[in-house]
């Protein structure tokens, strides 16, 4: 089975869907990297009883190390530390040198902002957040509260638990220290290499995959294989340890075969195969976006660096945009309508004049739940990507919420994109 | 304690973090609007053992309900509805019915696409996904896989499972049958009423607020009350029954008049406010983004019906798209360089003339992780929003990653929308 591990998020924003959980993911992530496979990912809100709950189950599970994350903020339901203190068999006790380094931290913070509080009241909570389980190690703050290691009191056994605080970039800051603890690097000792192997596929059927799968499984021992559906891509996920390398390579070379209609990676995702063509052919991009409204150019600038070959875009929502910015021509837009495919291709070459780029993208369409007609349902979207190779475009019908069909828009653009520049599966 | 429920999610990719679970959020808000409070979600992947655990855990926990998402598909590490039916005592039966209605779906979905696959491989997925729980209610696929309400078999008590798809649009789909079949009516006969009151502050140190509310404790009871600080805004958010109304009113005076600078709304979001504003005064807004890079109108634009007010917007990364697009005077880049306040303030003016639009918003700055000068390090951002009734601007060096920047962004732009339109406290 190899090193376990389990993480409890906490947090009664994450538990009831107001606030997405960004820790358990990135922890996970981190985790494999360290060779440690992730069993569960518990969220609980600010209960004791639940947050007790779920340490217990992850200890019977016979995980090696837990990851706790949030709760040790300065109120009332903050209380991970001393939930993990009295689990580990560790009551809680003040580190006074602690306290100090917390209250200057506290009061930097509210001197810079400058804001007051009742200093009483601060100090209460400062020392809160200076309650130590007996025998942890401190991980200094790197916001205002201070994370823990702690591992099981005396001979009871059970896995260390490493406590972190909930805001993402403080977690992530931590990480490193949490990782050096003696506790936790004992508990890692027999992590061994977990490789990860990824196909995409798009366009394929789930139960035709599941078929070749089946057929295949002879030569797939010592794989763990696992397939998911989204947006239309199909990624197909291996996890294996070292000695069933050519097991997952006899599989790569299988679906290489049975799927070269479909196959577009054997790793790289969707928007880093786009963003290293643009880079490696030298091209600069723009787009025009109607219904997308900004998606596709936010999404393209996210990789650091992208100034080099994005330019910019030009959100055309009104009609007289599509005209004044983007320079669709007025007839186009009266003979056609704003959503059709004559629109859109004005739209890519509209981005690519007015921008000097060397590819331009245009995207049109009716994201609903309003707008539609019998003739241009809502979902109806038109595509076009125009570069120095050729056009490529697509119409297509979408299904879905209003934010379904903007983010397929967004993925079917790029998979336009990726087809013009780097050929394979069409989009 | 009221009615209880426990959430699963499955799905070794939303484990391993490869794709966020939108299902667990989803479904705890669907389950509060019940009556129902959610004690925990588990996300595990597709190992039996794992999700037996996670299963039992929940049992032990003593809710009424779990509902699962996922592993309902043909592949072979789609076991959920095995599982299930384990735990609950009910073995897998084929639904002879139910396999020739999955079939038909199947068939239209592969001939709609013009796919080929095996045909006996495809029926082993079909048959598959049509074994049930022996005494199960199916529910109909809205996708391919149908869904299951599993009660536990004859005395052996514990909580009714639902059982539904991965795909969101299929389990949002499935969702009102699943409340409508007997065994969950039954389960959650006893939900009663479960308010929610959410309170936001911009400004506000954690650390001050606990002292706070450690000073009213007295007057709070009856309220589950818990804060979460995100990008600066502190939400306060407080859940009781109906009979502890008069102790959430008392709360919330308590915290106007103690955070009159600081609290910006008692219930609708950043968005919902910017959005109503502007629509409620008959303004239309157009942006002109460079380090965000469209990431604002998108924002503005999630809203259905936004385009009765969001123009558009010009995403210039490049200097001359600055200069030819928004209009950014030549001799200003010149002077005082593409990040600075004097250019967030043109692309504000230049974004406002080029859509014709009441409102301009104009954002400059560097995301990183390149970039930084001594002068200009990264995280300095420029934001300027122009309207009918004034400027009002900010210049700011935001910590963080280049994603963190961007985001936090263009929180502070909405934040100076609202200052616009609405007063109350600055941005």
């Known amino acids: 089975m190899g090193t376990r591990a389990g993480i409890v998020v906490t947090g009664t924003e994450v538990l009831t869907g107001r606030v997405a959980d960004r820790n358990g993911p990135w922890l996970a992530e981190r985790l494999r990297q360290a060779g440690v496979d992730v069993a569960a990912v518990v969220v609980v809100g600010d209960r004791p009883e639940d947050m007790r709950g779920a340490l217990e189950y992850l200890a019977g599970s016979g995980v090696d190390l837990v990851v706790t994350s949030g709760g040790l903020g300065p109120t009332a339901d903050d209380l991970t530390a001393a939930v993990v203190g009295e689990v580990q068999g560790r009551p809680l006790d003040l580190d006074p040198e602690l306290e100090q380094r917390v209250a200057a931290v506290v009061e930097e913070l509210m001197s810079r902002r400058g804001w007051r509080a009742d200093p009483e009241a601060t100090a209460a909570g400062v020392r809160k957040q200076a309650m130590v389980p007996a025998g942890a190690t401190v991980l200094e703050p790197v916001g205002t509260a201070p994370g823990l290691v702690v591992p099981p009191a005396g001979a009871r056994g059970g896995p260390v638990v490493v406590v972190l605080p909930g805001p993402p970039s403080e977690l992530q800051g931590m990480w490193p220290a949490a990782l050096a603890a003696g506790p936790v690097r004992e ?104 219904c997308t409204g900004g998606l596709l150019v936010a999404r393209l600038i996210e990789r650091a660096g992208s100034s080099a070959w994005v330019l910019g875009g030009i959100t055309s929502y009104a009609n007289s945009a599509k005209e004044q910015l983007v320079g669709v021509p007025e007839e186009v837009l009266a003979e056609f309508g704003a959503v059709s495919p004559q629109v859109a291709l004005a739209l890519a070459e509209g981005a690519r004049a007015r921008f000097g780029a060397d590819v331009g993208v245009g995207i049109t369409g009716i994201a609903g739940p309003g707008g539609g007609t019998p003739d241009k349902p809502v979902g109806t979207v038109h595509l076009c990507v125009v570069g120095p190779s050729g056009t490529e475009a697509r119409s297509v019908r979408l299904r879905g919420s209003r934010t379904a069909v903007r983010e397929r828009s967004v993925v079917l653009a790029l998979h336009l994109l990726r087809h013009l520049l780097l050929g394979g599966p069409p989009a």
């Open 187 to 290: 508990a890692l000792a027999g992590a061994a290499e977990l490789r990860q192997g990824t196909v995409r596929l798009w366009g394929t059927l789930e139960a035709q995959l599941a078929a070749t799968l089946r057929e295949h499984q002879a030569g797939l021992g010592g794989l763990e294989v696992t397939t998911c559906l989204r947006e239309g891509e199909l990624e197909i996920v291996t996890r294996f340890a070292p000695q069933a390398q050519p097991a997952h390579d006899h599989l790569v070379a299988v679906l290489a075969e049975e799927y070269a209609a479909t196959l577009f990676s054997t790793g790289p995702t969707l928007d880093e195969l786009v963003a290293d063509a643009l880079r490696d052919q030298g091209l600069t991009i723009a787009t025009a976006e109607s």
